[in-house]
């Protein structure tokens, strides 16, 4: 998979995917990640990028000729599968969305910032707009790295073991149980013998239960 990332802070990128999964992901051929900086494409001299909006009020707005042109260039080069802005007014990331976000080939981001990008941009070449939770951040960078975590570690042969993702949180709408390691009495506290018993049928019925039991405590919304 081919990730495109178009942002006006690329430094802010640079690092995420550098580590763990994501860097292995890279190693292995299984994912590129390409940063775009947005002020290549600004207009005159001073590379603006942003102007105040229409009908007034506070914040600078994303103009069109910039991102559309990066886009286009973008777009002249290779066909995506989906064009993707982040923003606080996008649907509302899940695993769903991630698990068929990570079968497609080639993506582009696109990182908002101040407030927002000029809607034209949205109607014209957006083809997905998400939001990673009902809070704001200062710009989309950080969301679209939680979103590119989120699908680069689902791609084939990233994960050590590959059956590992089927047991994620969320991966079938339920919660993860709890785990324990080494050592068996901590402090008092034991782990609970079923998990010693080396019985695998016991084993995986308990983790269901405290899956499903955990997920009702916890997201009932989910059930
Ligand atoms: Cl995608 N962008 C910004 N700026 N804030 C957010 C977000 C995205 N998702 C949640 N909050």
């Known amino acids: 998979m081919r990730i495109d990332i178009i942002t006006v802070l690329p430094e802010l990128l640079e690092s995420p995917f550098n580590h763990s999964m994501l860097q292995r992901a890279k190693d292995r051929g299984l994912l590129e990640i390409n940063l775009v900086n947005l002020r290549q494409y600004g207009l005159g001299k001073h590379k603006q990028i942003d102007d105040y909006q229409y009908g007034g009020g506070a914040g600078l707005v994303m103009m069109c000729e910039p991102i559309v042109n990066c886009i286009e260039q973008l777009k002249s080069e290779r066909s995506y599968d989906e064009i993707i802005y982040m923003t606080p007014d996008g ?17 582009l981001v696109l990182c908002g910032h101040y407030k927002g990008i000029d809607e034209r941009i949205r109607e014209l070449l957006i083809t997905k707009e998400i939001s990673i939770g009902d809070y704001v951040l200062s710009g989309g960078e950080l969301a679209a790295a ?36 080494r050592p068996e009495d901590f402090r008092g506290s034991v782990v609970p013998e079923i998990l010693l018993s080396g019985h695998e049928k016991k084993i995986q019925e308990w983790r269901f239960e405290k899956a499903v039991e955990r997920t009702q405590q916890r997201r009932p919304d989910l059930l």
Not at 94 to 104: A, D, E, G, P, R
Not at 160 to 181: C, G, I, K, M, R
């Open 91 to 107: 649907e509302r990331l899940n695993q769903k969305t991630v698990n068929s976000l990570s079968i497609q080939k080639n993506l």
């Open 146 to 181: 939680v979103l590119v975590d989120a699908v680069g570690r689902l791609l084939p042969g990233v994960l050590n073991d590959e059956t590992s993702a089927l047991y994620d949180s969320f991966q079938d709408n339920l919660l993860s149980p709890p785990v324990y390691t």
